[in-house]
């Protein structure tokens, strides 16, 4: 197993090397574009999605330079994992959407439709959300 995570992490380093610091979340964090706070701690920031695809759409991002959930799991501190956790139920309580319900969603890599390469936790809410997925 401790083998299993090493290599799993070694393969994530060489990923890591690839953080665009240019991509737009990137930007939003340096202050350079604007953002619709809800949410900031020391290792974490929420903002809302600029085309949201529910009432609520928030988007909850780690400040360190990682690119998808699987770099943020192999190479983050265990303070920053839980900040970016407890993140969330912060959020959905700002929101209101807590008590309703509302739907956590994490897009990594090609077949996961992430566009942005650094990773985010989409937090959507507001009305009933249906099923999972869509059929293709
Ligand atoms: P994903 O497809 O998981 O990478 O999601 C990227 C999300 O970032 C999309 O929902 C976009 O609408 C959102 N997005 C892109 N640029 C911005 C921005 N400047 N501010 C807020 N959200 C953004």
């Given at each position: 197993m401790a083998?299993?995570?090493?290599t799993i992490s070694e393969k994530r380093t060489t990923k890591a090397m690839a953080y665009d610091p240019a991509n737009v979340?990137?930007?939003?964090?340096?202050?350079?574009?604007?953002?619709?706070?809800?949410?900031?701690d020391a290792h974490t920031l929420a903002f809302h999605d600029?085309?949201?695809?529910?009432?609520?759409?928030?988007?909850?991002?780690?400040?360190?330079?990682?690119?998808?959930?699987?770099?943020?799991?192999?190479?983050?501190s265990e303070r920053e994992i839980a900040a970016l956790h407890r993140a969330v139920t912060r959020v959905a309580e700002i929101t209101g959407i807590s008590g309703p319900g509302y739907r956590v969603l994490c897009n990594v890599g090609a077949n996961g439709g992430q566009e942005v390469p650094h990773v985010h936790l989409h937090v959507f809410g507001?009305?009933?959300?249906?099923?999972?997925?869509?059929?293709a």
């Amino acid at each position: 197993m401790a083998a299993e995570i090493r290599t799993i992490s070694e393969k994530r380093t060489t990923k890591a090397m690839a953080y665009d610091p240019a991509n737009v979340f990137a930007r939003i964090l340096r202050g350079e574009i604007p953002c619709k706070k809800v949410y900031e701690d020391a290792h974490t920031l929420a903002f809302h999605d600029v085309a949201p695809q529910a009432p609520v759409h928030v988007l909850v991002i780690p400040k360190g330079a990682y690119t998808d959930f699987d770099d943020f799991t192999a190479r983050a501190s265990e303070r920053e994992i839980a900040a970016l956790h407890r993140a969330v139920t912060r959020v959905a309580e700002i929101t209101g959407i807590s008590g309703p319900g509302y739907r956590v969603l994490c897009n990594v890599g090609a077949n996961g439709g992430q566009e942005v390469p650094h990773v985010h936790l989409h937090v959507f809410g507001g009305r009933r959300l249906g099923r999972m997925l869509h059929s293709a």
